[in-house]
């Protein structure tokens, strides 16, 4: 037990804790200021989080204005699609229906064997004939014939 005593004398027992004013006193202006920076940088936390939201409204309104605008393009594109597609079909009709009258017409005349082949002794002849018709015909600057 002696040993014991002595680690008792070297050791010195806890000191009480004293507040002393000196020292709470620095703390306080610190825990204002700590607070108050506190205060500061929610308060521009909450700022950065409206205008987030404000943009984010902002962007998401703008997308939606896009969209129906492009459904809109998209939808005149297609009537104007369907359209061309209908005008083409009756021009195809109308270009069909001219070779049809033509093949007749020269079948009619006798240009035309019924194999549909134009006969080989005359059709020379009515192609230089074509020529000298087509070179009496006068141009117009665009290219154009002008009938008279």
Do not use: C
């Not at 000191?15 to 709470?24: G, S």
């Not at 195809?92 to 080989?120: A, C, F, I, M, P």
């Amino acid at each position: 037990m002696a040993n014991s005593d002595s680690i008792a004398a070297v050791t010195p027992p806890p000191a009480p804790l004293l507040v002393n004013k000196e020292n709470v006193t620095p703390i306080s202006p610190k825990i204002a200021e700590l607070t108050e920076s506190r205060q500061e940088l929610l308060s521009r936390i909450q700022n950065l989080k409206q205008d987030l939201q404000s943009w984010r409204m902002n962007l998401d309104t703008q997308v939606k204005v896009y969209r129906d605008e492009l459904s809109e393009l998209k939808k005149s594109l297609n009537t104007e699609v369907d359209q061309l597609r209908s005008e083409f079909q009756e021009i195809r009709t109308t270009l069909q229906q001219q070779q049809e009258d033509v093949t007749t017409s020269l079948r009619n005349l006798g240009l035309q064997d019924d194999s549909g082949e134009t006969k080989e002794a005359e059709g020379p002849k009515d192609v230089e004939s074509m020529k000298e018709i087509a070179a009496d015909i006068p141009k117009v600057d665009n290219g154009e014939e002008i009938h008279e």
